[in-house]
C-alpha cells in the first residue's frame, strides 16, 4: 500500500500498532500501515466502542420498561404498562439516529480519506449484502433474529399479567436491534471504495465485510430473552431459551469454523475484477 499521508502529523502511533496488528490478524501484512489505514481503523475501533456503549443503554432501557410489570410498581396496571413501552419505543428511536450519526462520522473519514489518495482504483468493487455477510452468516443472523421474536411471541400469547409485559418489552427490544442491523448494513453498501491499487483495494474489502458481520453478532439477541423474562415466563420458555443459546453458540462456530476468513473471502470478490 502507497504510504499517502493523510495529515503534516499523521495518526498517533498507537494507531499505527493498531494497524499493524489488524494486517497481521488478516494475513495482509506485505508492508507496513499507511497512515490512510490508520485513521479508517481508529473510527472503526471508536464507533464500535460507541457502539457498545449504545447497546448497554438498550438493556438498561428494556430493563427499566420491565421493572413496570413488577407487583407495587407505578406501571404495574395494566393502562398504565403502555408509558414504559412508549418510552422504551422513544428511547429505541434515539439509539437509532445515534447509530445513525456514528456511520456518518465512519462515511465522512473514508471520503476525507479518498479525496487524500493520489489516484483511485478504476473499477472498484461493490460488494451486495451476500458477499459482504456470507451466506451461512447471513442465514445464522436471519434464523437468529426469526427465534428471538418467536419466543417473545410464545411468551406474549401463553402468559399473562407480569409475563406479558415482559414479553412485550423483549419484542420492542428486538425489532430495534433488528431495524438497527438492517440499517448498518444500508450504511456499509453505500459507503465508497477508498483504495488506489489491488493491496489497498484487498484491506477495504476486509474492512467492510468485518463491520458488517459485527453488526449482524446475534450475541445481544441471545441475551436479550434471559435478561427480559428470566423469573417472568414458565419453565418450558426457560428451557426453550437455553436450548436457542445453546444452539446459537454451536452453530456461530460452525460457520467460523467451515466459512473462510475475510482476507480470503475479500481476495476472491477483488479477483472478479
Known amino acids: ?4 499521508p493523510m495529515s503534516d502529523a499523521g495518526p ?6 493498531c494497524a499493524e496488528t489488524w494486517l497481521r490478524r488478516h494475513g495482509l501484512s506485505d508492508g507496513p500501515p499507511t497512515p490512510l489505514l490508520a485513521t479508517r481503523l481508529a473510527v472503526r475501533r471508536r464507533v464500535r466502542l460507541l457502539g457498545s456503549v449504545l447497546l448497554a443503554v438498550l438493556f438498561v432501557a428494556a430493563s427499566l420498561a420491565q ?4 407487583p407495587g410498581a407505578s406501571g404495574g396496571s395494566g393502562s398504565s404498562r403502555i408509558v414504559p413501552v412508549m418510552a422504551l419505543s422513544a428511547s429505541i428511536v434515539a439509539l437509532l439516529l445515534t447509530q445513525v450519526l456514528l456511520d456518518a462520522w465512519v462515511r465522512r473519514v473514508d471520503r476525507r480519506a479518498g479525496a487524500a ?6 473499477h472498484p468493487v461493490q460488494l451486495g449484502w451476500a458477499a459482504l455477510l456470507g451466506r ?8 437468529t433474529f426469526a427465534c428471538a421474536f418467536a419466543l417473545g411471541v410464545s411468551a406474549l400469547l401463553v402468559t399473562e399479567g407480569t409475563a406479558r409485559h415482559a414479553a412485550v418489552v423483549l419484542l420492542v427490544a428486538v425489532i430495534g436491534v433488528a431495524l438497527g442491523a438492517v440499517l448498518q448494513l444500508r450504511e456499509m453498501l453505500a459507503r465508497p471504495v477508498v483504495a488506489e491499487d489491488e493491496v489497498s483495494l484487498t484491506a477495504d474489502v476486509v474492512m467492510r465485510i468485518e463491520d458488517a458481520r459485527e453488526s449482524s453478532a446475534p450475541a445481544v439477541l441471545w441475551a436479550l430473552p434471559v435478561v427480559l423474562l428470566s423469573g417472568f ?21 460452525a460457520v467460523h469454523v ?11 470478490a477483488v479477483g472478479l475484477r
Open 67 to 70: 421493572v413496570a410489570a413488577l
Open 1 to 4: 500500500m502507497t504510504n499517502t
Open 233 to 253: 415466563a414458565p419453565g418450558w420458555w426457560s428451557a426453550a431459551s437455553a436450548g436457542f443459546l445453546v444452539a446459537g453458540v454451536l452453530a456461530l462456530v
Open 258 to 268: 467451515r466459512a473462510p476468513s475475510y482476507a480470503a473471502t475479500a481476495r476472491r
Open 136 to 143: 451461512p452468516h447471513a442465514v445464522m443472523a436471519g434464523a
Open 117 to 122: 489518495l493520489p489516484r483511485r482504483v478504476t
Open 12 to 17: 498517533p502511533p498507537a494507531d499505527i500498532r
